[in-house]
């Protein structure tokens, strides 16, 4: 009796398989030593599909439902093996089942800016990142290029592969969605909708179909950041270089007069405080005189130009060193006044 149960535990009579977790995108029956019972009941659940794979090759690929195994339902495999006649001995094959759920939440983001045209500004470097979600669409396909005849496999063996074709196609996605990068903030979902289709047909290659894409963030690195805000300053002064200029001078005089005030207490403060102002009023009056456009400038008092020091210039040249290599000023504009405040140290 031992014996014919032992004889009876090596034929599969029932062939399933139900997730016992998140993330699993193929899993292989285990048919070790074992082989499949003619007749036996194939149970295919909703949002899964079965692969029998014979010799390498697949045979036939079943949708939801429950099947029994005999020649008439398995045609590709019975035609692989020769049965030119119905047969009613136990058959090997590998059985594979493929999850077709969606695989929501998948992460992606550029781990460096990246470089993209931009009508406005000609090149941008910019950071963007948002999920995606995704679910099995050709099992065979998906069985031939990517799983292969691993016991299982998960989201998690797929996820560098997929994050790297999002960041291939994101260049792409930004050019076809038409969208300066001024107004891709306020247009994420067209940005989406421009890179999923980019990316539908890498997906479709190896058997996925993409099934929702978000853009979450797009931004500059800090340093670009910054020029923006610069830029967006001076429309907001009507690209008034000459009031842009007294903007930012309003701004340095804070930390000028921070760290003119060397004192402590009540005395340094004062100190800091009549440095900074006179600095800033130093500073003022000639960014605003070096560009204007040229006019004849009264002459200035004798006095007053014994009283500009020479760390008072050099600050200014400094300030306007700045601006030049942020592109506020040409070379032109900071030559001209370079060589009005070296001719003050004389």
Known sequence: MALMDFIRKQFIDVIQWTEDGDGTLAWRFPMQDMEIQYGASLTVRESQMAVFVNEGKVADVFGPGLYKLTTQNIPLLTNLKNWDKLFESPFKSDVYFFSTRQQVDQKWGTPQPVTIRDKDFGAVRLRAFGNYSFRIADPRVFHTEISGTRPAYGTADLEGQLRGMVLQHLSDGIAQSGIPFLDLAANQIEFAKALAAELGPA????????????????????????????????GMVGNDMGKFMQYQTAQAIPKFAEGAGGGSGVAGDAMGLGAGVALGQVLAQNLQQGLQRPAPAPAAPAAAAAVLKPEDVLATLERLGELKTKGILTDEEFASKKAELLKKLV
């Open 203 to 234: 997906f479709a290659a190896i058997g996925l179909k993409l099934e929702g894409m978000t853009v979450q963030n797009v931004s500059l690195p800090e340093e670009l950041q910054k020029i923006l805000d610069q830029k967006i300053g001076m």
